[in-house]
């Protein structure tokens, strides 16, 4: 990226390599905060758009740069948050987070493959970017989340975050202690990952096998399946609810798509799987496993959520 706010700027920016080497950090931070990957690149380019914008004196004058960017990045991410809201009340059927590969870049505007070509880009696969994890997270208020995600994830200090929430930092910890709330609420105890792809592999074959008994057998009876189409692609507008329904949803799209082929696939750090149809990702399944059971299964249909999946 190159500074073009005049003639004065034709040196090299000394604060360059220092600014670009915030990108990785600034990408985890804004897939957490929205839950999308393309909203998060879109953040991160504009926030560096409004560094560049600014004089050389202005930029030289600023005493932490990853601070800067930290503080721009959480606060259109705080606007954002506003209006999703308001947008995903006319989403057609469920939001779910877009979902990510094992391993993730968007490099010059297009997805790579699974060899990433520069690491800065990669989105760092933990327990703050399963599945379940943003599910909760998209049920907090912006503020919450945005409290909630600098100090719990990212370790910034309530006096860090208070004005970056326009708050106080008594008022940014009371943030954070509800967000907490409403995760221990919504959260399980989540299978160890061994055990868990044990359980999401005999799902799979369960399925192909359109075993109705052998699926109700692995879904916990109060288990939940959310599909999400975004209007785009048939989907259910509702998530389905309890085992026997569940196992007869499934096996009724294995019905419905004979020709449709599963791949075991890691989804946001966890075991899952892919449907595909002629070698194109078609859906993507994360999985929430507790007691050995499946709990909750969300599926993501939506095409424009799939474009790291689909990259050849």
């Excluded at 989340?145 to 208070?162: C, G, K, P, Q, T």
Aim: net charge negative; aromatic share 6%.
């Amino acid at each position: 990226m190159t500074d073009a706010t005049g003639p004065e700027n034709d040196r090299p920016d000394p604060s360059l390599s220092v600014i670009m080497s915030e990108r990785k950090r600034l990408i985890n931070l804004t897939y957490r905060l929205l839950g999308s990957l393309t909203e998060a690149e879109d953040v991160v380019q504009e926030t560096y758009t409004r560094w560049y914008a600014m004089s050389a004196q202005r930029r030289e004058a600023v005493d932490s740069p990853g601070g800067w960017l930290t503080t721009v990045a959480s606060r259109i991410c705080l606007d954002l948050l506003g209006s999703a809201q308001v947008r995903r009340e006319r989403y057609v059927g469920s939001w779910v987070p877009e979902p990510l590969p094992a391993a993730t870049e968007w490099i010059s505007g297009r997805w790579g493959g699974s060899i990433p070509s520069d690491p800065a880009d990669r989105v760092t696969l933990d327990e703050s970017v399963n599945m379940a994890f943003l599910v909760v997270l998209d049920l907090m208020t912006p503020a919450e989340r945005v409290a909630f995600i600098l100090h719990d994830v990212f370790r910034y200090s309530f006096n860090e975050v208070a004005p970056i929430l326009g708050r106080t930092p008594t008022a940014c910890r009371q943030l954070a202690s509800s967000a907490r709330r409403r995760l221990r609420a919504s959260q399980s105890a989540d299978a160890p990952a061994a055990r868990h792809a044990d359980v999401v592999r005999s799902f799979k074959r369960a399925w192909e096998a359109k075993d109705i008994n052998a699926l109700i057998g692995l879904l916990a009876p109060d288990a939940t399946a959310t599909g999400d189409g975004g209007g785009l692609v048939p989907a259910a507008l509702h998530p389905v609810e309890g085992a026997e329904p569940v196992a007869h949803f499934f096996a009724g799209r294995m019905d419905a798509v004979p020709e449709m082929t599963l791949l075991e696939s890691t989804v946001n750090g966890r075991p899952g799987l892919v449907a595909q149809l002629d070698g194109v990702s078609v859906s993507v399944l994360a999985f929430d496993v507790e007691d050995n059971r499946v709990r909750r299964i969300w599926a993501v249909l939506n095409p424009d959520k799939l474009r790291p999946w689909r990259a050849g």
